[in-house]
């Protein structure tokens, strides 16, 4: 079984920084994790990585498709597949980065996603016709009477994954919490996981948004915005929404910005609840912890050379 090294936590923590540094130094290449960084047009508000960290260390899923392209978390395992194939090809060691707790985690264990190979959607057509016609709330809902265990680990608002387990169902005929629990690995994977005191953690969100600002969120946000007719799934990405009551003239640049910052805040917690309870971290404090990359190089190192 291939090994790979994963980092993950909540949005802002620094995964970034660190996968970077780590490729670096033990020739490593970088696969995100991250289900929107593969859109070209959106840099700023997936927080993609820079010109000169792509330069830096090879990435996979960066920059390979338009936000009108259909892309979903089978496609992901697929091309992250290939990519980690690539990359021990080249005798070099993958790194998985990125804060979407289930694209992950479909990645390193083989979990049914509704999709034997017969269809030819991702999801079920009529459950989109459902979403289009009596929205999310009463699409989960649906979801939350025929398995209730499945519906309490998914936001009414995650469209996306309601309709995926909705799909499952149909198609095999079981539960969808059934299936996830029945769950055998892909990868032999040591998972690092960054995350320090809330506080700090949120410190860093409010101060990422400003910066954000200053890079130019906006300019993304009213592209979003002039494309929110077309179907793409960007415009649920937390980052350009809450900027459409300032488009329409309902709310204040300041007002929308303090909503982002908040709903930044809120999906670092959701974040961090699905790699606790989903996934076997190896936490550190890269805020607290001088020498956390130390530690994590030596894990690492560790991990690699157990057979």
Same mark, same amino acid.
């Given at each position: #079984?291939?090994?790979?090294?994963?980092?993950?936590?909540?949005?802002?923590?620094?995964?970034?920084?660190?996968?970077?540094?780590?490729?670096?130094?033990?020739?490593?290449?970088?696969?995100?994790?991250? *289900? #929107?960084?593969?859109?070209?047009?959106?840099?700023?508000?997936?927080? /993609?990585?820079?010109? *000169?960290?792509?330069?830096?260390?090879?990435?996979?899923? &960066?920059?390979?498709?338009?936000? !009108?392209?259909?892309?979903?978390? +089978?496609?992901?395992?697929?091309?992250?597949?290939?990519?980690?194939?690539?990359?021990?090809?080249?005798?070099?060691?993958?790194?998985?980065?990125?804060?979407?707790?289930?694209?992950?985690?479909?990645?390193?264990?083989? #979990?049914?996603?509704?999709?034997?190979?017969? %269809?030819?959607? *991702? &999801?079920?057509? +009529?459950?989109?016709?459902?979403?289009?016609?009596?929205?999310?709330?009463?699409?989960?809902?649906?979801? =939350?009477? @025929?398995?209730?265990? $499945?519906?309490? /680990?998914?936001?009414?608002?995650?469209?996306?994954?309601?309709?995926? $387990?909705?799909?499952?169902?149909?198609?095999?005929?079981?539960? !969808?919490?059934?299936?996830?629990?029945?769950?055998?690995?892909?990868?032999?994977?040591?998972?690092?996981?960054?995350?320090?005191?809330?506080?700090?953690?949120?410190?860093?969100?409010?101060?990422?948004?400003?910066?954000?600002?200053?890079?130019?969120?906006?300019?993304?946000? /009213?592209?979003? !915005?002039?494309?929110?007719?077309? @179907?793409?799934?960007?415009?649920? $990405?937390?980052?350009?929404?809450?900027?459409?009551? %300032? !488009?329409?003239?309902?709310?204040?640049?300041?007002?929308?910005?303090?909503?982002?910052?908040?709903?930044?805040?809120?999906?670092?917690?959701?974040?961090?609840? %699905?790699?606790?309870?989903?996934?076997?971290?190896?936490?550190?404090?890269?805020?607290?912890?001088? =020498?956390?990359?130390?530690?994590?190089?030596?894990?690492?190192?560790?991990?690699?050379? =157990?057979?």
């Amino acid at each position: #079984m291939k090994k790979i090294i994963v980092i993950v936590g909540p949005t802002g923590i620094g995964k970034t920084d660190l996968a970077l540094n780590l490729a670096e130094k033990m020739n490593g290449e970088i696969v995100s994790g991250d *289900s #929107m960084q593969i859109y070209q047009e959106v840099s700023v508000g997936t927080a /993609k990585p820079t010109k *000169s960290e792509l330069i830096r260390v090879k990435h996979y899923l &960066v920059n390979e498709k338009s936000v !009108f392209d259909e892309y979903s978390v +089978k496609d992901f395992v697929a091309q992250a597949n290939k990519a980690i194939d690539q990359i021990t090809v080249d005798d070099k060691i993958p790194f998985i980065v990125g804060g979407t707790g289930f694209y992950i985690n479909a990645l390193i264990n083989k #979990m049914q996603l509704g999709e034997p190979g017969e %269809y030819k959607t *991702s &999801v079920d057509p +009529k459950w989109e016709k459902y979403l289009s016609q009596n929205g999310p709330q009463k699409l989960w809902d649906v979801l =939350n009477k @025929e398995d209730p265990e $499945a519906a309490s /680990k998914i936001e009414p608002n995650n469209s996306r994954r309601t309709l995926r $387990a909705l799909t499952v169902i149909d198609r095999t005929g079981k539960l !969808f919490s059934q299936q996830q629990k029945q769950i055998l690995p892909r990868y032999d994977a040591l998972i690092i996981g960054l995350n320090s005191d809330r506080e700090l953690v949120y410190q860093r969100i409010n101060q990422r948004v400003d910066k954000m600002m200053n890079l130019g969120i906006l300019d993304e946000a /009213k592209f979003i !915005f002039d494309n929110r007719k077309k @179907e793409h799934q960007v415009i649920q $990405a937390i980052g350009y929404k809450e900027f459409f009551p %300032y !488009f329409l003239g309902e709310k204040s640049l300041d007002e929308c910005v303090d909503k982002l910052k908040q709903a930044s805040r809120k999906y670092a917690k959701r974040q961090l609840t %699905y790699f606790k309870h989903q996934l076997p971290v190896n936490w550190v404090d890269p805020l607290k912890d001088s =020498n956390y990359q130390q530690e994590v190089e030596e894990m690492i190192k560790t991990f690699l050379n =157990n057979n």
